[in-house]
């Protein structure tokens, strides 16, 4: 069964800095597209960051700027740096997997930013 692990959240002031790291148990490249999303308390879940298996990379307009995706197929990681954090950051982020098996998502990390 593919297993999606997140690590790396927190809690930061304004303006800190954050890395988020997911272990998938199959490679990365066996995925279409690997994506980071979030969901604040009482919003819908959207979607953060994306990368293809064509190394496309899609950023939600908020993060555009602060936040990098990047994928190490050696290590079967995706990360997601996060910069210049704001407290509407403030959400569980949740890592997930596309691929020919289906869709996989994470248990999520939480994530705070105070101001």
């Known amino acids: 069964q593919v297993q999606l692990v997140e690590s790396g959240g927190g809690s930061v002031q304004a303006g800190g800095s954050l890395r988020l790291s997911c272990i998938t148990s199959?490679?990365?490249?066996?995925?279409?597209?690997m994506a980071w999303y979030r969901q604040a308390p009482g919003k819908q879940r959207e979607m953060v960051a994306m990368k293809t298996m064509y190394d496309l990379t899609t950023y939600a307009d908020s993060v555009k700027g602060r936040f990098t995706i990047s994928r190490n197929r050696a290590e079967n990681k995706v990360v997601l740096e996060m910069n210049t954090l704001k407290p509407e950051d403030t959400a569980v982020y949740y890592c997930?997997?596309?691929?020919?098996?289906?869709?996989?998502w994470g248990q999520g990390t939480q994530v705070t930013v105070s101001s």
């Open positions: 997930n997997g596309a691929g020919r098996g289906g869709e996989y």
């Open positions: 199959e490679p990365t490249s066996t995925f279409y597209t």
